[in-house]
């Protein structure tokens, strides 16, 4: 039984750390493209001219979320700490009910968004 704990413990570390990894990417490119003055030029190449502030402020909280959640698992799993794994639970729980409450309100408020 050992080999197999062991087996899904590192592949778990593995995992989160892959996922703490792309929390980092996420961050570095959300930070690069709200202080760079020359990422709005290359944002706004095309036929969209849209302000690039809301969607990198966005972008930077996902990114420091699965970042801190990464770390969680990770930590969590190498250590076998039985906190770390519940917050990371926890976090992945309050993820999923936001989802499904931004996919109820989307279904919802459809017809206002579509006559603006």
């Not at 892959?18 to 490119?29: E, K």
């Amino acid at each position: 039984m050992t080999g197999v704990s062991g087996c899904l413990k590192y592949s778990m570390f593995i995992f989160n750390f892959f996922f703490w990894l792309c929390g980092i990417l996420f961050l570095g490119i959300a930070i690069w493209v709200r202080v760079s003055p020359d990422s709005n030029e290359f944002i706004n190449q095309g036929d969209f001219h849209t302000h690039s502030q809301g969607p990198a402020n966005l972008l930077i909280a996902v990114g420091a979320i699965i970042m801190v959640l990464g770390f969680l698992g990770c930590c969590g799993a190498i250590k076998e700490s039985r906190c770390l794994l519940i917050l990371f639970f926890i976090g992945l729980l309050l993820i999923l009910l936001l989802q499904l409450a931004a996919g109820a309100l989307g279904v919802a408020l459809k017809p206002e968004v579509c006559t603006m």
